[in-house]
């Protein structure tokens, strides 16, 4: 009795044992799970620098490859080009227009990065907006980009036809990536920046400079 009572206690333990370190595999993986979808991505995880130093290429190339690449996530506003001015270049900037967040329900669009920002889109009416400079550096050009984000706060539901006499800050989501009217903040809550999706456009420009530049002029330098 007693021999087979030992085997019974010792088959037992491992059997608790392996479920409980199944649970704690469990728990830690929904950890991880739970924090891919309820954290957004902080500075300090972000793995690429901003800014961002490039070789010294043709400014005109480097100019159209940031604006390509941020033409794929915003409408660009306005934009400065990177000038010769008496042997000196100048700072390059672009501006682009707010765009309102993209849905889980909208996978094919690269603004609300997988994970947080998609399910805060869903959940919540955001919008982002982006601001990058191109700052020559002696034998380098330092790409700083900064995407931010906001939260509605508008004094009803965009579209309610409740108290519609009351002036709206946007009408649609299209007017408001074209032409929004009043400041830039009028109605909404500053978030603060989106680092992922900084780290995505920054990863993607420097992957479109390293292909080089087909057509390079250093006289243009």
Request: proline share 7%.
């Amino acid at each position: 009795m007693g021999p087979t009572w030992g085997v019974r206690s010792t088959m037992m333990l491992r059997i608790l044992f392996v479920v409980g370190f199944g649970f704690l595999i469990a728990v830690s993986g929904c950890a991880r799970i739970g924090e891919f979808w309820t954290q957004p991505a902080s500075e300090a995880m972000q793995s690429t620098p901003n800014p961002l130093p490039i070789p010294l290429e043709d400014r005109e190339w480097v100019m159209d490859e940031i604006s390509d690449e941020l033409d794929d996530y915003f409408r660009i506003a306005r934009e400065q080009r990177i000038r010769l001015v008496d042997s000196i270049m100048t700072e390059g900037w672009i501006e682009t227009h707010p765009r309102i967040g993209s849905t889980l329900l909208e996978p094919w669009h690269r603004d609300s990065q997988p994970g947080f920002e998609k399910l805060h889109a869903t959940m919540q009416t955001v919008r982002r907006f982006a601001k990058v400079r191109v700052v020559p550096s002696q034998d380098q050009f330092w790409i700083d980009v900064k995407v931010f984000k906001e939260l509605e706060d508008l004094p009803q539901p965009v579209g309610s036809t409740v108290g519609g006499s009351i002036s709206r800050y946007d009408n649609s989501i299209d007017q408001d990536e074209l032409y929004p009217s009043g400041p830039l903040n009028a109605g909404w809550i500053p978030l603060g920046r989106d680092f992922a999706l900084e780290q995505e456009i920054l990863q993607n420009i420097n992957a479109r400079i390293e292909k080089g530049c087909p057509n390079r002029d250093t006289s243009t330098h």
